[in-house]
């Protein structure tokens, strides 16, 4: 079973920032946090990952709470090809480094 | 980022004939690759971890004499459907582990294959 919880779907509005939360209250002291998303009929693209600090690279922005138990992941700038299903995932030894996909969110971003 | 080349994109094949995909890791050497297979409107499911110059893990409920896994290099991987029934068709994906440092790993994906059985 996926170790995280998200929302089925969001909107946003193209131009503004979409953030995107994300539950995992059972992650363990050794497990990443990883997002990626899955535009139609593609595969996975990475987005980002972090273990306790908050990270950014040049698509995205992730929080991660002080006590990990959840995060969010920003894109500063939605355009509309960002409309796509997003993925939380946990990772790490106590898993064997699996990635167990849950539902994940479809976010869609409105002109 | 790193490059998962995955071919065919698609097939279309009758039932009963087998089909070979193949993932590559283009400009790095992946010592384990992933499969996994979607179905529509649904989550990517882990079929099986294949590392370099072994056997394959499977998944529970995957049977591997029907999907067989072929891990000869560190930058080939092949999946073979054998003896394809309709209930096979599904969106097969890739993924090759990229390993930054001892600490830092990253999956990257190759772009998927849309099997058709007729």
């Known amino acids: 079973d996926a170790k995280t919880t998200q929302p089925t779907s969001m909107d946003c509005a193209e131009g503004r920032a979409a953030n995107l939360p994300c539950n995992h209250s059972t992650i363990s002291g050794n497990e990443y946090v990883y997002w990626y998303r899955q535009i139609h009929s593609q595969g996975p693209q990475y987005i980002i990952h972090?273990?306790?600090?908050?990270e950014t690279n040049e698509m995205a922005s992730l929080i991660i709470t002080e006590d990990r138990k959840s995060s969010t992941l920003i894109l500063p700038h939605a355009t509309l090809r960002d409309t796509a299903v997003y993925y939380c995932?946990?990772?790490?030894?106590?898993?064997?480094?699996?990635?167990?996909w849950g539902a994940g969110t479809k976010l869609i971003i409105k002109p | 980022g790193a490059v998962v080349s995955q071919h065919p994109s698609w097939v279309i094949c009758k039932s009963g004939t087998s089909v070979k995909i193949e993932c590559r890791s283009l400009?790095?050497?992946?010592?384990?690759m992933f499969w996994y297979r979607q179905f529509p409107k649904q989550s990517l499911m882990l079929m099986a971890t294949s590392n370099e110059g072994s056997k394959a893990t499977y998944e529970q409920g995957v049977e591997k004499d029907k999907f067989l896994i072929n891990h000869a290099s560190l930058t080939l991987s092949t999946l073979t459907v054998t003896s394809a029934h309709p209930e096979d068709s599904s969106f097969y994906i890739c993924s090759a582990s990229y390993l930054y440092s001892t600490s830092n790993e990253k999956l990257f994906f190759g772009s998927g294959t849309q099997l058709s059985v007729l």
């Open positions: 995932i946990v990772r790490g030894k106590d898993s064997n480094y699996q990635l167990i």
């Open positions: 400009d790095f050497q992946a010592t384990t």
């Open positions: 972090g273990l306790k600090n908050n």
